[in-house]
């Protein structure tokens, strides 16, 4: 039984480091697609609004992800049980992750001006839809998480990297500007959660 546990353990956490390994190759050859493409400018302005994006989505989630995790865990094989804590803590987090939304869409301009840079501005607006996507992300993938679902949260993970680049592509294909890009924020977060 010991054996078949740490089986499972090692691989479960290969499947983990894929999964974290293709998003991080994912976000690094965007900031390299994105500096070949625009130039440093671009990607100044992208990375600034992709800081902000980060702390506005921890935001956004709240930490409830935390206690889903643990709840799903402590639950064991009770579906009914695990359907309900993942139901109930995705609403919460899209009240939250809306209100949230709302804050930094009304707070966007001042980003802009504090960063002395009308290009973040824009970025945060385009970017905004995609908080309440990621917030309700994250949740889910801490639902599978806690109810040890490790394939499917490597691959949930590893797609986000992948949409990233693939929103990019798009993007650039259809001549979007450099400061508009952040929108690849938000549809890949939408895709992910469609």
Not at 138 to 161: E, Q, Y
Request: include cysteine; hydrophobic fraction near 50%; proline fraction near 3%.
């Amino acid at each position: 039984m010991r054996d078949l546990v740490s089986r499972r353990f090692t691989r479960d956490t290969l499947y983990n480091l894929a999964g974290v390994g293709l998003a991080g190759g994912g976000v690094l050859l965007l900031n390299f697609l994105i500096a070949h493409r625009y130039g440093a400018e671009t990607l100044g302005i992208f990375q600034q609004v992709y800081v902000i994006y980060l702390f506005l989505s921890q935001l956004a989630a709240g930490g409830i992800h935390l206690s889903v995790i643990t709840a799903c865990a402590r639950s064991g094989e009770r579906r009914e049980e695990q359907e309900a804590i993942v139901s109930s803590a995705c609403g919460v987090v899209l009240v939250l992750s809306l209100g949230i939304t709302l804050l930094a869409g009304l707070g966007a301009g001042l980003c802009g001006r504090w960063l002395d840079s009308p290009g973040v501005t824009t970025g945060l607006l385009c970017l905004l839809p995609g908080l309440p996507c990621f917030a309700l992300n994250k949740t889910l993938l801490a639902f599978h998480n806690g109810c040890r679902r490790m394939r499917a949260m490597a691959l949930l993970t590893g797609l986000r990297g992948v949409l990233l680049v693939a929103f990019l592509w798009w993007l650039v294909r259809r001549g979007v500007p450099g400061p508009r890009l952040a929108l690849l924020l938000a549809l890949s977060e939408a895709a992910l959660l469609a």
